[in-house]
């Protein structure tokens, strides 16, 4: 299947002209991305950006008034495509269900669904977390079980909104090596956080959205020394206010 799971179709990613504005409210503006098939890319941007709305464009959950997008030359791809939200939702069920939902589809036997669960808890650090319920894990654990149900089902791209907009440091820590383990397991990474800390650890590169368009595209040690669009600079201004030169 064209873009599925371990397949290179689905890359260059391509949006072009993305627009959206329900009742005539200009939420999207034009939005222009390139997605090569490596690395984390980390999305900034100020509330009301349009962060979201572009990830949930990406993964097929908002329809766009007008614009492209192109997946490697072609129409997005059935599968492959995994979005994490800020506050994952959790069935109530154990942890083990909650993590191997997303293998429904697969039809495999309960053992074999069993044991790749087991296998990806382990890597997350809940398998002894196994049969709880996931309803009673802190947020940093929902916040890996989310990670790990998706990791599970091997996705070429992986959308992750503020992952750890509401955790401790060392929660947050977690979540930070796990996303690498994910990216170097060969899945592409967009994530939006406003911890810029965390960007600079985490990112290849940094797309920075304002007013519901991409000002720039760039490397991530440039951004923050040398950041290209005025809204970029006021960006990194405001959140680091000891910087005040480049
Ligand atoms: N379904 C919707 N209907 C109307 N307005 C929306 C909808 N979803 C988001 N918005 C508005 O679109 C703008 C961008 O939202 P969002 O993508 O969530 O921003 P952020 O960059 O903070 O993630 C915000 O002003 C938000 O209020
Ligand atoms: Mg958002």
């Not at 999305?43 to 329809?63: I, Q, Y």
């Not at 129409?75 to 069920?93: D, I």
């Not at 977690?174 to 170097?184: F, G, L, Q, S």
Request: charged share 20%.
């Amino acid at each position: 299947m064209s873009g599925g799971p371990g397949g290179g179709a689905m890359f260059p990613i391509r949006v072009r002209g993305l627009c959206h504005a329900p009742n005539g409210r200009e939420l999207l503006s034009g939005v222009d991305l390139d997605l090569g098939d490596e690395g984390i890319t980390v999305l900034l941007g100020p509330n009301g950006a349009g962060k979201t709305l572009l990830l949930r464009a990406l993964c097929g959950l908002l329809v766009p008034c007008s614009g492209t997008l192109d997946w490697g030359g072609g129409a997005r791809p059935e599968r492959g495509v995994m979005m994490v939200f800020q506050n994952p939702m959790m069935l109530r069920a154990s942890v083990l269900a909650n993590a191997v939902l997303g293998l429904k589809p697969l039809n495999l036997s309960r053992h074999d669904c069993r044991g790749s669960g087991m296998a990806v808890l382990e890597r997350v650090g809940l398998a002894h977390r196994a049969h709880d319920s996931a309803r009673l894990l802190s947020g940093g654990e929902q916040q890996r079980l989310a990670l790990a149900r998706a990791w599970l089902t091997r996705p070429r791209l992986l959308l992750l909104d503020e992952p750890t907009a509401s955790l401790d440091p060392s929660a947050t820590a977690e979540v930070e090596r796990i996303v690498r383990e994910i990216r170097t397991d060969g899945t592409r990474i967009l994530m939006v956080t406003h911890n810029l800390g965390q960007a600079t650890r985490l990112a290849d590169d940094i797309v920075f959205m304002s007013g519901g368009r991409v000002h720039e595209h760039t490397p991530t040690r440039r951004f923050f020394s040398r950041p290209q669009s005025d809204e970029a600079r006021r960006f990194i201004q405001g959140e680091l206010p000891w910087r005040m030169s480049f």
